[in-house]
């Protein structure tokens, strides 16, 4: 996990922690849930000093920030803050011990008392329906070209949806049909026993809304288990197009029948 500072949510496990929390408390799930959710992950988290005291500060401080920083996370906090900045933020610069001092230090004060100005809970949106489900299969009009993609991933949240979207590595003249999707390829690339995906846009729910002239489903799929090699942000059809085209000369990938990975059509 990369730790780019000594700030006490300057690092990906701190940004997991801090995001998860607040996002989680904006959507307005149970924050005793959230407390539980985290707590169970001490384990998965805490694997040295170092990382110790990036989880617990992150921790106390996220919670803080909403509000609902009880007295065992606080206290839990305030000791890893007593024993001082783990030696171990030396491997990461020989100045980075007293810096992160100074951050616990401020974190200790914070937490001693009340947050002023918590983060609020907005209020609660009018819920949104996504446009597509996991597994739809949707075809993409270009100016002169078909192309066909899929709902690779779904993320739907009461104040966000977000789509990813994997493309098959077809190009034709005519609108496609499921059967052309499941005789296409599409890129990918093999871990040890896992299969990734090597294509990937990843919409709002805004952006895709306005590309919706150019898009059908035209039918569903459920591919054998995979996951996600490729986390590209995406808000036009140009995306689309680069996705299907793009070079493995510049992205190192191998492609792969669609029939010889597919589990079962569910909708045609």
């Not at 065992?72 to 906090?77: L, P, Q, V």
Request: glycine share 4%; with cysteine; net charge negative.
């Amino acid at each position: 996990m990369a730790i780019d500072g000594v700030k006490i949510i300057d690092s990906d496990d701190a940004y997991d922690i801090y995001n998860d929390i607040v996002e989680r408390y904006k959507d307005g799930i149970d924050v005793e849930l959230i407390k539980k959710d985290w707590l169970n992950e001490e384990s998965n988290f805490c694997t040295d000093e170092l990382y110790t005291e990036i989880y617990w500060t992150a921790l106390a401080y996220a919670l803080w920030n909403i509000g609902h920083l009880d007295e065992d996370i606080k206290n839990k906090a305030m000791e890893i803050i007593s024993k001082g900045a783990s030696k171990l933020w030396n491997e990461i610069d020989e100045r980075a011990v007293k810096a992160r001092q100074k951050a616990l230090n401020k974190l200790a004060l914070q937490i001693q008392s009340e947050n002023p100005r918590p983060i609020k809970k907005p209020k609660p949106q009018k819920r949104r329906e996504p446009y597509f489900e996991l597994g739809d299969v949707i075809s993409i009009k270009f100016e002169d070209k078909y192309g066909i993609c899929f709902v690779s991933d779904l993320e739907v949240r009461p104040r966000k949806i977000e789509y990813h979207i994997a493309c098959a590595r077809t190009l034709q003249d005519f609108e496609p049909t499921i059967d052309d999707f499941v005789n296409s390829s599409i890129a990918y690339k093999k871990m040890n026993t896992e299969f990734v995906l090597e294509t990937d846009c990843w919409f709002n729910h805004k952006d895709l809304g306005e590309l919706l002239p150019y898009l059908k489903k035209i039918g569903r799929i459920k591919l054998k288990p995979y996951s996600l090699g490729v986390l590209s942000p995406a808000d036009s059809l140009e995306n689309f197009y680069d996705d299907i085209t793009n070079k493995s000369e510049l992205w190192p990938f191998k492609t792969i029948e669609i029939s010889e990975i597919i589990e079962e059509i569910l909708e045609n």
